[in-house]
């Protein structure tokens, strides 16, 4: 059974720092693995999704990268602003199920 | 584009009565669509997957007579959730996919918020 797991759970920074957020799953078979950031009592807003066939993805100050053979990901947040606190959730589309499974969430606070 | 509606965005009820949720998507048509629960600090929890014109299929453990789901058109799927109780109360939130490829993206809905008293 695919399960994903995010660390930290959650993370306090101060304004400009360099972030790096993980993520595991335990099963490589995946289609692909999408990066989703949720605001407090919100929806979920993509951020990134990496195909399995690719090693990463970036769009503006975040960028994310994909190991597919060791189960991992990462997304790293470049010059962090208060403006990104939020939970990021990270998810992968299992290819055995064929669901989107999501990891537990790291809460990130960047305080100015 | 692809953009997801739900309405409404929060519900207060009663013990014991039913209420619907819609999931829209507004600017594209949905072959699928997908119904998640998330009880607070808790992750995204799959509840129901529909394809238009045919019956949801339901995840394990969860009660499909509870919670009915409708998938009549292509741009509309509804989620009512029966006899409501407390343990009922969540956040529920839509997605929507073009097409049924596995690679396919899902685009969330902004969720809506279901209190039981």
């Known amino acids: 059974k695919q399960e994903v797991t995010q660390i930290p759970a959650a993370l306090s920074v101060p304004e400009g720092e360099n972030l790096v957020l993980n993520c595991s799953f335990t099963?490589?078979?995946?289609?692909?693995l999408q990066w989703f950031r949720q605001d407090p009592g919100k929806g979920l807003t993509s951020l990134l999704l990496?195909?399995?066939?690719?090693r990463e993805q970036t769009s503006g100050r975040l960028n994310a990268s994909l190991d597919k053979s060791s189960g991992r990901s990462t997304l790293y947040i470049a010059a962090s602003q208060p403006g990104d606190s939020a939970t990021y959730l990270c998810?992968?589309?299992?290819?055995?199920?064929?669901?989107?499974?999501f990891g537990t969430g790291t809460r990130l606070q960047v305080f100015p | 584009g692809a953009v997801v509606s739900q309405h409404p965005s929060w519900v207060i009820c009663k013990s014991g009565t039913s209420v619907k949720i819609e999931c829209r998507s507004l600017?594209?048509?949905?072959?699928?669509m997908f119904w998640y629960r998330q009880f607070p600090k808790q992750s995204l929890m799959l509840m129901a997957t529909?394809?238009?014109?045919?019956?949801?299929?339901?995840e394990q453990g969860v009660e499909k007579d509870k919670f009915l789901i409708n998938h009549a058109s292509l741009t509309l799927s509804t989620l009512t959730v029966t006899s409501a109780h407390p343990e009922d109360s969540s956040f529920y939130i839509c997605?929507?996919?073009?097409?049924?490829?596995?690679?396919?993206?899902?685009?969330f809905g902004p969720g809506t918020r279901l209190t039981v008293l």
């Open positions: 099963d490589s078979a995946i289609y692909n």
């Open positions: 529909s394809n238009e014109g045919s019956k949801a299929t339901y």
């Open positions: 600017d594209f048509q949905a072959t699928t």
């Open positions: 997605s929507a996919s073009r097409g049924g490829l596995s690679t396919d993206t899902q685009y």
């Open positions: 998810a992968v589309r299992d290819y055995n199920t064929d669901k989107l499974i």
């Open positions: 990496i195909q399995s066939s690719q």
